[in-house]
């Protein structure tokens, strides 16, 4: 490899690691909020920005067993943050839909992580803002790509 090669290889596993660190920052600083797990928690905010979704469709979308998106549909629906119905063109399909208390608890969640990034960027200085808004664009293009 040469150096280039390594440095890309170097920067591309950074930022990898440092989205995955992010991403767990933020879901840690929101578990005190509603006590959703992960799994339950992207469930409920998925159900929330569609018209409904299986449960096999909530596994693939995010990448887990149907059985592990089972358990999760089923403690969703003994909390009440999710409502099963009969799909209208075949009635053995259970299409899901948040309730409004998993709308509530997926804007609560939200809440609480919008406020900790904005409670982390209030510290920066106004160079180190402009600096990562220039760094937010060009991870606009990473994930645009």
């Known amino acids: 490899?040469?150096?280039?090669?390594?440095?890309?290889?170097?920067?591309?596993?950074?930022?990898?690691?440092?989205?995955?660190?992010?991403?767990?920052?933020?879901?840690?600083?929101?578990?005190?909020?509603?006590?959703?797990?992960?799994?339950?928690?992207?469930?409920?905010?998925?159900?929330?920005?569609?018209?409904?979704?299986?449960?096999?469709?909530?596994?693939?979308?995010?990448?887990?067993?149907?059985?592990?998106?089972?358990?999760?549909?089923?403690?969703?629906?003994?909390?009440?943050?999710?409502?099963a119905g009969s799909d209208e063109t075949d009635g053995r399909r259970k299409i899901l839909h948040a309730t409004a208390k998993g709308l509530d608890a997926v804007a609560q969640t939200r809440a609480v992580k919008q406020a900790w990034l904005q409670e982390t960027l209030a510290g920066f200085s106004e160079e180190e803002l402009r600096e990562l808004d220039r760094g937010l664009a060009l991870l606009d293009r990473i994930v645009e790509r």
């Open 1 to 83: 490899m040469t150096a280039r090669t390594d440095t890309a290889a170097e920067r591309a596993a950074h930022v990898a690691r440092l989205a995955g660190q992010l991403v767990r920052r933020i879901r840690d600083e929101s578990t005190d909020g509603v006590g959703l797990s992960l799994t339950q928690e992207w469930a409920i905010s998925l159900l929330a920005d569609s018209s409904g979704l299986t449960s096999a469709e909530l596994a693939r979308a995010q990448s887990v067993s149907p059985q592990t998106m089972s358990t999760a549909v089923s403690a969703l629906s003994r909390a009440g943050y999710l409502s």
